[in-house]
């Protein structure tokens, strides 16, 4: 698992929200019809809801996919009762799928909570914490040569992550219920 700094990463909310969405329109190759949206006005079976990212798609035939993602700016790691609110809302919309990104990760709850109802979790950090050698050395950062994104996600899945950005979206569909390409 990658050693995820504790400083959490300088962009403010709305930059933020739109590297999240970035990194998921990464992911829409192949997909038809597809769509996303910053601060998309969402109608519910009880109200209205203004969720940060919104992505609807076709794929798979013809099927239909609509998405809500949640940003999570803060300094704390997001809490299960933040995960419960989102499934709610997915429930209420009716939407397929829901993700969280938070920039300071996720509490044990929040983790077992949306692992048993299928809401993906997304740590977003700086690129350099995709940089890996194979060395028992202490991690160095990479060289200034190194081709490595601004920002990745470190989808959490159980007791594993996995690394989602702009530039590599094989995970990012995995995470939002899609085959590889």
């Not at 704390?76 to 939407?95: D, F, P, Y």
């Not at 990760?105 to 048993?116: D, N, P, R």
């Amino acid at each position: 698992m990658p050693a995820l700094s504790d400083e959490p990463i300088s962009l403010t909310p709305e930059q933020y929200e739109r590297e999240v969405k970035k990194i998921l329109d990464a992911a829409s190759t192949g997909l038809n019809a597809y769509e996303s949206k910053h601060l998309d006005s969402v109608s519910g079976m009880d109200g209205e809801y203004v969720i940060d990212v919104t992505v609807r798609f076709s794929a798979l035939g013809e099927a239909s996919f609509f998405v809500l993602v949640e940003c999570k700016h803060e300094k704390r790691k997001v809490e299960r009762h933040v995960v419960q609110i989102l499934h709610q809302k997915v429930q209420s919309t009716g939407a397929h799928k829901g993700m969280i990104f938070s920039i300071s990760g996720f509490q044990k709850g929040a983790l077992e909570f949306a692992e048993k109802h299928g809401i993906s979790l997304v740590h977003l950090a700086n690129g350099d914490s995709a940089w890996c050698t194979k060395s028992m050395a202490p991690v160095t950062p990479p060289p200034s040569w190194a081709p490595y994104p601004d920002y990745v996600g470190w989808w959490c899945q159980g007791n594993s992550m996995s690394v989602m950005s702009a530039e590599v979206s094989e995970y990012t569909r995995e995470a939002l219920g899609l085959p590889a390409l």
